[in-house]
């Protein structure tokens, strides 16, 4: 059974918005999926993509064609492609990125180094995402307090 985070609750059960679990596929296989293509995809079509696996490279290589296929079906041409990270941050659970240190300031928290080790790769995923400047980052506080990672500096 696939996990949203309970900051995506808000749309989750319609999908209409691509949610952080189908987000790191994304990276993981290497496409850039534009909220529209999203959108031109049946709901049963975006439950198979969070469903399905995308963790070895063999099932990255999968769900890209998986999903290219269906984009292409839907658009007439492929989604864009993005440079796969081989050694993403979200799996790097030594190191804070900056950004996230830096966003979690803002609300008065620190992120310490065996909190950041705990968390699983898909939180770290989550908070490296909410964190970037050109997101919304609307729900980084919320995914602060979700993870428990609210203390006082």
């Known amino acids: 059974m696939t996990t949203f985070f309970e900051f995506e609750s808000d749309f989750v059960d319609s999908l ?17 999926l534009k909220l529209s293509h999203w959108m031109q995809l049946s709901q049963t079509e975006r439950q198979v993509l969070v469903s399905m ?7 990255a ?12 079906e839907k658009t007439g041409a492929p989604a864009g492609e993005l440079a796969i990270d081989p050694r993403p941050a979200w799996l790097d659970e030594t190191t804070i990125p900056e950004s996230v240190r830096e966003k979690a300031r803002e609300f008065g928290t620190e992120i310490t180094p065996q909190q ?8 770290r995923f989550a908070l490296i995402k909410l964190s970037r400047p050109s997101h919304e980052n609307l729900n980084f506080y919320p995914a602060l307090q979700e993870f428990n990672l609210l203390t006082k500096v």
Do not use: N, S
Request: proline share 5%; hydrophobic share 40%; aromatic share 6%.
């Open 53 to 59: 696996a995308c963790e070895t490279a063999e099932e």
């Open 116 to 123: 950041w080790r705990e968390l699983t790769p898909a939180r």
């Open 61 to 72: 290589k999968i769900y890209r064609e998986f999903l290219q296929d269906l984009i292409t």
């Open 16 to 32: 209409r918005c691509i949610p952080m679990v189908v987000r790191m596929k994304l990276d993981t296989c290497g496409v850039k």
